[in-house]
């Protein structure tokens, strides 16, 4: 899918005749069927409360004319209602207030425009072409959209993402882990920003977004200190295994505040660091000879692939063989977890992949202004992708991972 650049992002208006008389078709009858379910709700709530009666035996709780006609913006465009009053005569203390379900207070777009519009900013149309992209998308009708109401919504995701990196983790239980460094340039700042990411698997095999926050570069002490914030809110258990690239701030937190958790290194950045030390006219067939490392069947015939590699190369580039060898134990530590979550535990790619939309928009806006504002875009695109995050292969071995059974080559070994 090409995605369009919002600095010359247009939306032809549809001057079809044909086109022009099926919407409004269609939002004429969204309107009568909007004004009929309100009617029916309206009555059947004056039905349920048909008993009471004041002392003339009249309603205490009876219909009162009309609230003022509002208008909604739905997807086919601006529609009006009306929507009846009701009444309730019985004394303050027994007084109830008839509340829509249908029309709530206050209510000016429906559910699905309030989706659309941090969808589309999130997919990159700047608050200047939101007003634009909304009278294309529902009609020339749909007012009180401007940038404005991009800015609100921005420092409503402020708040929620305030509220989230503070909540409580007590009682969850990952048995995988995925930490990942990515960074950002800020226009308003000099430095970069490095955004610190900290994914995990649930017992029940579901994907969650732990942690997001920033760092000074990925240096130990920025990753100590999301380390040790998610112990504070709860976290006490340590997860089984840890997978990222080689940054050693990383490692050497993880060590400290979750010790027991085992280290993978992922295979995606090793091999990248190892081909760049060799020519390129080498690196297709070295890739290959990695590939057969990491897919081998079982650790043995995984380290007799590995020492191929090291025969292979170490006389005429020595640096390859070395970014390899160095971490040879910790490349190979998911051969000691099922055999189903390999494919998930060698590679950080469940933030990689995700990362490539949250860089997509980070560019199409020419960077964030400011480090929050990067921070809180970071954490909605997350947030946004999660909807789509499948559940782990072989999820129903995962309470036995978190309970301390033993694998070996991928196959169970003991029982907990």
């Given at each position: 899918m090409v995605e369009a650049n919002p600095e010359s992002f247009t939306f032809p208006a549809d001057k079809s005749p044909a086109g022009d008389l099926l919407t409004a078709k269609l939002r004429e009858g969204v309107q009568k069927m909007l004004a009929s379910a309100i009617e029916e709700e309206v009555a059947a709530y004056l039905a349920a409360r048909s008993q009471l009666r004041d002392h003339a035996g009249h309603q205490e709780v009876v219909r009162n004319g009309h609230l003022p006609t509002r208008e909604i913006l739905t997807?086919?465009?601006?529609?009006?209602?009306?929507?009846?009053?009701?009444?309730?005569?019985?004394?303050?203390?027994?007084?109830?207030?008839?509340?829509?379900?249908?029309?709530?207070?206050?209510?000016?777009?429906?559910?699905?425009?309030?989706?659309?519009?941090?969808?589309?900013?999130l997919k990159g149309i700047s608050t200047g072409d939101m007003g634009e992209a909304l009278q294309a998308l529902t009609g020339p009708a749909a007012g009180g959209l401007s940038a404005s109401t991009v800015t609100r919504l921005k420092e409503a995701w402020e708040?929620?993402?305030?509220?989230?990196?503070?909540?409580?983790?007590?009682?969850?239980?990952?048995?995988?882990?995925?930490?990942?460094?990515?960074?950002?340039?800020?226009?308003?700042?000099?430095?970069?920003?490095?955004?610190?990411?900290?994914?995990?698997?649930?017992?029940?095999?579901?994907?969650?977004?732990?942690?997001?926050?920033?760092?000074?570069?990925?240096?130990?002490q920025s990753w100590s200190a999301l380390l040790l914030d998610v112990k504070h809110r709860g976290l006490s258990v340590d997860p089984k295994l840890a997978t990222g690239d080689g940054a050693l701030g990383f490692w050497a937190a993880l060590r400290k505040v979750f010790p027991r958790t085992q280290e993978q290194r992922c295979w995606v950045h090793k091999s990248g660091n190892v081909l760049d030390q060799l020519p390129k006219r080498l690196q297709p067939e070295a890739l290959d000879k990695l590939h057969q490392i990491w897919m081998a069947p079982t650790k043995q015939t995984?380290?007799?692939?590995?020492?191929?590699?090291?025969?292979?190369?170490?006389?005429?580039?020595?640096?390859?063989?070395?970014?390899?060898?160095?971490?040879r134990d910790v490349l190979l530590?998911?051969?000691?977890?099922?055999?189903?979550?390999?494919?998930?535990?060698?590679?950080?790619?469940?933030?990689?992949?995700?990362?490539?939309?949250?860089?997509?928009?980070?560019?199409?806006?020419?960077?964030?202004?400011?480090?929050?504002?990067?921070?809180?875009?970071?954490?909605?695109?997350?947030?946004?992708?999660?909807?789509?995050?499948?559940?782990?292969?072989?999820?129903?071995?995962?309470?036995?991972v978190v309970a301390g059974v033993i694998y070996e080559d991928g196959i169970q070994k003991t029982a907990a």
């Open positions: 997807g086919v465009g601006t529609i009006q209602v009306t929507q009846p009053r009701v009444r309730d005569r019985r004394g303050p203390e027994q007084r109830e207030k008839f509340t829509s379900q249908l029309l709530p207070p206050y209510l000016r777009k429906a559910k699905n425009i309030e989706e659309l519009i941090p969808w589309l900013y708040q929620e993402f305030k509220a989230w990196r503070s909540r409580s983790l007590e009682g969850k239980k990952y048995a995988y882990l995925w930490a990942d460094g990515v960074h950002f340039n800020l226009r308003l700042e000099e430095d970069r920003l490095c955004v610190l990411v900290l994914m995990g698997a649930t017992e029940d095999g579901t994907k969650e977004l732990i942690a997001v926050t920033d760092g000074y570069r990925e240096s130990e995984a380290n007799q692939a590995f020492n191929l590699f090291l025969a292979t190369y170490r006389a005429k580039y020595p640096g390859a063989v070395e970014r390899l060898e160095k971490d530590t998911f051969y000691d977890f099922p055999a189903e979550h390999w494919v998930h535990l060698r590679t950080t790619n469940p933030i990689e992949s995700t990362f490539a939309t949250v860089r997509l928009r980070h560019d199409k806006t020419r960077n964030n202004g400011s480090r929050t504002a990067c921070l809180t875009m970071v954490f909605k695109l997350l947030e946004n992708a999660a909807k789509t995050w499948r559940k782990l292969n072989g999820a129903n071995l995962l309470p036995a």
